[in-house]
């Protein structure tokens, strides 16, 4: 079923199922590494797998706990992650699925982990511990990613929008205000503007919490 339509998300939700039947046939032995190689093989099949990447988002809590992941290994690990998602990211920053991706990476950092919208949990941090200093380090590292992906996708309203939400947790965690300015944060509002009006109310609303 995955081979004729690999987004298929009852064709992932029912092999879910079937691995955890095996599991449970095999004495409680794990396949969330193979299941884990899996998603990667799809992914690169098909970058715009939102099912694949769902799955991802699922396997590597255990996974870390299951090799007994120190410190040392989880940042390792999460780079890996931030490495894909970017490399992906950089090849079609229209795609949304990507960004659901990295809004997952991007909210183990925070001190909360509530569930969101997009369907991917949240209730895990990949790092641990996670220090405001991690937070600061990550936060301007993908700003500034981020704002390379603009040259050459300026019509991109994701890019706009990831680069306001991350600048708003940037801007809570260190109050210098290093990386950002109120001023260009207004630019990408005006952005997001122009390129979806339809949710003009929106966009009106995200202006008045973020005071721009």
């Not at 690990?77 to 998602?85: C, G, H, P, V």
């Amino acid at each position: 079923m995955l081979a004729l339509d690999s987004r298929n998300f009852h064709g992932w939700s029912y092999r879910r199922e079937v691995v955890g039947e095996l599991e449970k046939l095999e004495g409680g032995k794990s396949r969330s590494e193979g299941e884990f190689g899996y998603t990667t093989k799809m992914i690169r099949t098909n970058l715009s797998n939102f099912s694949a990447w769902h799955n991802r988002s699922q396997l590597i809590p255990r996974i870390l706990e299951e090799r007994g992941a120190g410190s040392e290994e989880r940042q390792r690990f999460f780079d890996e992650e931030f490495e894909l998602i970017t490399r992906a990211l950089y090849t079609d920053p229209y795609d949304q699925s990507l960004w659901f991706y990295h809004q997952y990476l991007m909210s183990t950092l925070g001190p909360s982990s509530p569930t969101s919208s997009d369907g991917y949990s949240r209730t895990t941090a990949v790092l641990s511990p996670v220090t405001n200093e991690d937070r600061l380090h990550y936060l301007e590292q993908e700003l500034d990613s981020i704002r390379e992906m603009l040259d050459g996708a300026e019509d991109c309203k994701y890019i706009y929008q990831a680069l306001l939400e991350y600048s708003g947790r940037y801007l809570e965690v260190d109050a210098g205000n290093k990386k950002v300015t109120t001023q260009e944060m207004g630019g990408w509002l005006e952005e997001l503007r122009k390129l979806d009006p339809l949710r003009e109310g929106r966009w009106k609303d995200l202006g008045v919490k973020m005071k721009l």
